[in-house]
């Protein structure tokens, strides 16, 4: 059994094998008809591809201007590109806050961590359960500060109906092997506003718009760049993995909400295990199945020995010396990285492994 899966569908196969045919393997085509796929798929009117979600965060707080002095506010229970991507555009990380019942920031700890300085609000739906979006924006709203989601964990998500990816300016996806959805590595940014897509495609290509700018009658392209730009868009090769992967993701988003809600029932009835409760009106991409339990080490050794694979994920970010020490006062993030752990989660487990996996929980540790 192991702890995450990568499909790679028959039809991915084939139209890498097509792409890799055509020898067109910059970005091109494929490009374009994986981010309108990816347009319907999240309801937004803009979705831009780049080569992963870190390229995507750090491009939106390009795009906001993030620079030396200003502050962005982060949860430690992430991944460390959260915070990474801060101190890539100059910044400074200010680490707030969570709710140790989902994972995810606490709206009324950014409001605390808010001051004249903060340039963003990061939010990270932790296993792929929506933060209480009404709240969060609804602070940010209040502040005039720009919300930025980093949906790496949740594609397929929703809020309240409505798919995470149409509701916040600017929402990153990751397309990374062990992700929901994989083109290999890969990432996508979704946003609201015209302008912000236009800065956006600039800055993911060296500072040029490849959607406007074409070549002349001799094949000179005459674009100057005027914004710093990098190299982050995505090639065909990945777009090809995308495109062939999406259409079967429902299906296997499905079999993983089914799983999840196997877990609930026969877990949420043991006394030495919490369940992360997803808030009302978040429906979860159902990424990560995590526990809190007391002896987290003592657990993990017992499930080891039980053939079930079992991880912290990502322990609080801030503790990396990299962020300049752990910040103090954060009582919800300590309870949870004292105590979270997530067992297998995704559609390539059999139900006899799902019943493995129940059954060596409940045998304790
Ligand atoms: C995986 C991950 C990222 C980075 O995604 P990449 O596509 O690997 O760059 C960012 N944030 C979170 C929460 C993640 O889990």
């Not at 870190?54 to 993030?66: D, K, Q």
Request: aromatic share 6%.
């Amino acid at each position: 059994m192991n702890l995450f899966n990568t499909t790679v569908t028959d039809a991915a196969i084939a139209k890498v094998n097509e792409v890799l045919r055509s020898t067109f393997l910059n970005e091109g085509e494929v490009v374009r008809e994986f981010e309108a796929s990816l347009r319907s798929a999240v309801g937004a009117p803009h979705v831009a591809t780049v080569n992963s979600c870190t390229a995507a965060l750090h491009l939106c707080l390009e795009v906001l201007g993030v620079g030396p002095g200003d502050e962005v506010i982060v949860p430690p229970q992430t991944f460390i590109a959260t915070g990474l991507v801060v101190l890539h555009a100059g910044g400074t990380p200010v680490f707030a806050d969570i709710d140790p019942d989902t994972g995810n920031i606490s709206a009324a700890s950014i409001r605390d961590k808010i001051t004249d300085r903060t340039k963003a609000v990061i939010a990270v739906h932790w296993g792929g359960a929506p933060v209480d979006l009404d709240a969060v924006q609804a602070v940010c709203r209040d502040a005039g500060v720009p919300l930025i989601e980093d949906a790496a964990h949740a594609f397929g998500a929703r809020w309240k109906g409505q798919p995470i990816g149409a509701l916040s300016r600017f929402t990153c996806f990751s397309f990374q092997a062990i992700k929901g959805m994989t083109t290999g590595d890969g990432g996508a940014i979704a946003c609201l506003d015209d302008d912000d897509a236009t800065h956006v495609y600039t800055r993911r290509w060296f500072g040029i718009d490849k959607r406007k700018v074409t070549a002349n009658d001799i094949g000179e392209r005459s674009a100057l760049i005027e914004q710093l730009g990098y190299k982050y868009h995505m090639n065909n090769v990945a777009a090809a993995l995308g495109v062939g992967n999406l259409p079967s993701y429902p299906e296997r988003l499905a079999r993983r909400r089914e799983i999840d809600k196997r877990y609930r029932q026969v877990l949420g009835q043991s006394p030495d295990v919490r369940l992360l409760q997803p808030l009302e009106g978040a429906e979860s991409s159902c990424w990560l199945f995590g526990l809190r339990l007391e002896r987290r080490e003592d657990f993990g050794r017992a499930m080891k020995g039980r053939g079930v694979p079992v991880s912290v994920i990502d322990r609080r970010i801030d503790r990396h010396p990299v962020f300049g020490g752990l910040t103090a006062g954060l009582t919800g993030a300590e309870v949870f990285d004292a105590e979270h752990i997530a067992i297998p989660l995704h559609d390539g487990l059999s139900d006899d492994d799902v019943e493995q996996v129940t059954a060596a929980v409940l045998a304790g540790w």
